[in-house]
């Protein structure tokens, strides 16, 4: 069966109420969704991702008032958080409701909640009155989609539906927040930055790079964000020789008379971010073997970017 590829965001709910897979775009990336509550569509998620059973998925909502759907003894900081930066890139972790069926949470005790600050998304949301579990809607390992092409591209016809919107505004993952530690900590950085989070009056630390399950986010004990094409970082184009078998993408241009086969210039490290996976998918595309990446500075406002880019380079 073709996917069904709809602007309908009452189309899109509907599916999901019928326990299908349906994509749908977000500000962040574009969301593989399915019903939280339903186990055998949870498990058909799971597989054609290709994603690894010990690793959570993200379970998405239109509003506050729809939290008691996912989470129960919320804590006050988290609705704290969300209060203030929801609808937006935030996922806090909190415990989890028992409708949630246990493989969403990889049989943890806890879930991850995010309000995506999107009006297709949330106008679907909201239709289901479900909580929706959707991890980004690229096959496990492989950048994240922030197109509906490249949803399509991964996963051709074994979806049942997108739900059609442009390309993603932030184009990097939410910030995932662990709001059961005290101080709170950050899992993953994302469109919420440490400043923004510290702003709400929250005692909130960066959790250490770990290896440790538990210490992390799961997810981030797997490979991630990796396109064929082999990812070297450099801190500028001048340490680089040109090749039309190599991509260059960075905040500065190579020395005149480098040539690559490819090459993008952002203005700021905000288009940067907003493009970046999409151009990891189109050296792909391209053929290229190589693509050299400027690591951004230091900075918390930088934080997902140069995250991103270490991980995609494999470090
Ligand atoms: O922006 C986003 O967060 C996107 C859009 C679609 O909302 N979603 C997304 O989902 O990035 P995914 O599955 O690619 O990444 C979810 C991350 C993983 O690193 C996972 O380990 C972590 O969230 N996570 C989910 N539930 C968790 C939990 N209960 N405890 C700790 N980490 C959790
Ligand atoms: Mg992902």
């Known amino acids: 069966m073709p996917v069904e590829q709809t602007r309908d965001p009452l189309r899109a709910a509907h599916l999901l109420r019928s326990g299908r897979l349906v994509?749908?775009?977000?500000?962040?990336?574009?969301?593989?969704?399915v019903d939280a509550t339903n186990g055998e569509a949870v498990a058909r998620l799971f597989k054609l991702k290709r994603r690894p059973g010990n690793n959570p998925l993200i379970v998405h909502l239109a509003d506050l008032e729809q939290l008691h759907l996912a989470a129960r003894d919320i804590p006050p900081l988290a609705i704290q958080l969300l209060s203030?930066?929801?609808?937006?890139?935030?996922?806090?972790v909190v415990p989890k409701s028992d409708s949630i069926v246990p493989s969403v949470t990889a049989g943890l005790s806890t879930v991850g909640v995010r309000i995506p600050d999107h009006d297709l998304a949330r106008q679907m949301l909201r239709a289901t009155g479900l909580p929706i579990a959707a991890p980004s809607a690229n096959r496990s390992g492989r950048p994240s989609a922030t197109t509906f092409k490249s949803v399509l591209e991964d996963f051709g016809d074994e979806l049942d539906a997108i739900l059609i919107g442009d390309p993603s505004r932030i184009g990097l993952e939410s910030t995932v927040v662990d709001c059961l530690s005290n101080p709170a900590r950050v899992l993953r950085p994302g469109g919420v930055t440490l400043e923004q989070?510290?702003?709400?009056n929250v005692n909130v630390v960066m959790a250490g790079v770990s290896h440790q399950p538990g210490d992390n986010s799961p997810g981030r004990l797997h490979p991630h964000y990796q396109p064929r094409a082999k990812?070297?970082?450099?801190?500028?184009?001048?340490?680089?020789?040109?090749s039309t078998d190599a991509a260059y993408l960075g905040l500065n241009g190579p020395p005149h008379g480098q040539t690559f086969g490819w090459e993008m210039i952002y203005p700021s490290v905000q288009q940067y971010a907003q493009a970046f996976y999409e151009a990891l998918r189109e050296v792909d595309r391209r053929g290229l073997t190589t693509v050299y990446c400027q690591q951004v500075p230091a900075g918390d406002s930088n934080a997902a970017l140069a995250d991103r880019l270490r991980r995609a380079a494999g470090d």
């Open 197 to 200: 989070l510290r702003s709400v």
């Open 23 to 33: 994509a749908f775009p977000t500000e962040t990336v574009y969301g593989l969704g």
């Open 231 to 242: 990812v070297i970082l450099v801190e500028t184009p001048a340490d680089i020789d040109g």
């Open 84 to 92: 203030a930066l929801a609808p937006g890139p935030l996922t806090v």
